[in-house]
């Protein structure tokens, strides 16, 4: 049966030693003035402990739709169902608030896309990264923090306002706040180096990476950068259209991409992709994907049959990867 968050709250689950995140038929809808958007669609996926998960696909796919519905941060208004959505064994959809706001942050952290516009342009950043701990840190603590993360020479600046750091400092900054101050287990990273120039970007990706290894954390990153996700990534998601079209290992889903729009996201990445380019197009637009009755790829799809045009495939799992499409594999 399905739960929808505004039910009334019920019991969190024991903590076990599955995996860390578990969403099953998960779906996001939006309520908008054309009417309802469904922008997350029956989305199934589990992120193991220790694992980075990458999620991709192109502008429009669902990803933060996704990620801020993990939160239980969407916007009034709109909806998420889904048949399990469970973060260490316990259930998120029905947990009170109260205990999703102390889970927010101790035990999820988040990272944002942009820097610049999660912090309010007109206090101070001490005073805003101490409030984004929950007030748990000091300003002793917090120097300490800022120079675990390579700031500490920023330490007398501390009263200044956000724009009078770079984005790449402030994007260190709330890393230090979301990963180190309270090490949550689960780290939830938007595209955190979108707005940062190339060189900055490897840096800042580097810095959530190393203190991956040093704290041990789970990491779902998305990104439209696939040289990053090569790099990085345990297993990939590939979003399109609401879905969750194909998930794998990530070096089965570069060698041997199942789903025909992997496939087409794989052969527009020259082989020399820099580090920092977004997902080149591939033909067609993914507008509307959502609404279609049949296959959210079929317009675009080279593949496609009567079939594709009528019937949503169903999510198939073969050898610890999942496709959502009627004619898989590789072309004849
Ligand atoms: N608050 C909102 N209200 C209404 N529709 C929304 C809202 N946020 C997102 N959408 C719509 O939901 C769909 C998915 O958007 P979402 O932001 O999740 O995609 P995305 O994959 O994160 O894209 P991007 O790569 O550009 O960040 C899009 O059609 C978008 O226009
Ligand atoms: S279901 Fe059909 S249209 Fe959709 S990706 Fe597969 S082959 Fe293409
Ligand atoms: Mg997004």
Known sequence: MRTVVELP?????????????????????YRTARGLLPAVRDVSFRVERGEVFGLVGESGSGKSSLVT????????????????????????????????????????????????????????????LRRLTGGEVDDARLHELLTDVGLGGLKARLGDYPFQFSGGQLQRMLIAVAVLAREPSLVLADEPTTTLDATVQAQVLRLLLDLRERLGNTVLLVTHDLGVVAQVCDR?????????????PTRQLFEDPQHPYTRALLAAMPSNQARGERLRPIPGTVSGAQLLPGCPFAPRCDRATALCWEVDPEPTEHAGRTVRCHHPGSPA
């Open 9 to 29: 709250a019920g019991q969190a689950g024991d903590t076990g030693a599955g995996p860390l995140l578990e969403v099953s038929g998960l779906d996001v809808t």
């Open 69 to 128: 519905a993990l939160m239980r941060l969407l916007p009034r208004g709109s909806e998420i169902t889904a048949d399990r959505l469970e973060f260490d064994g316990t259930d998120l959809l029905t947990m009170p608030e109260s205990r999703m706001r102390r889970l927010r942050g101790r035990e999820i952290g988040l990272v944002p896309q942009r820097p610049m516009t999660s912090l309010s342009p007109v206090t101070p950043v001490a005073a805003q």
């Open 236 to 248: 990939v998601g590939v979003m399109y259209g609401g879905r969750l079209v194909e998930v794998a």
